[in-house]
Nanobody, 111 residues
């Protein structure tokens, strides 16, 4: 059973940066596509970025050019580097392999 644990969230001013980490247990991590999702209060959960096992990446239009997803298979970890943060990026961020979800980490961007 794969387990996912996110970390790295926090409070940051607009224009700042954060790096989220998602540590996975389970030896099949390297063959799983992984995604970062977010859910703001009163809104539906949305896909922010995804990365395949072959490191092909995809981004939501709202974060293109500001966020970068990456993975380190040796560490069973996927990252989300978030730059030029905006108040509208405020949400709980989750990582997932589409079957298993982490508990989420809160990101708050103040104006």
């Amino acid at each position: 059973q794969v387990q996912l644990v996110e970390s790295g969230g926090g409070l940051v001013q607009a224009g700042g940066s954060l790096r989220l980490s998602c540590a996975a247990s389970g030896s099949i991590f390297s063959i799983n596509a992984m995604g970062w999702y977010r859910q703001a209060p009163g809104k539906q959960r949305e896909l922010v970025a995804s990365i395949t096992s072959g490191t092909y990446t995809n981004y939501a239009d709202s974060v293109k050019g500001r966020f970068t997803i990456s993975r380190d298979n040796a560490k069973n970890t996927v990252y989300l580097q978030m730059n030029s943060l905006k108040p509208e990026d405020t949400a709980v961020y989750y990582c997932s392999n589409s079957l298993v979800w982490g508990q989420g980490t809160q990101v708050t961007v103040s104006s």
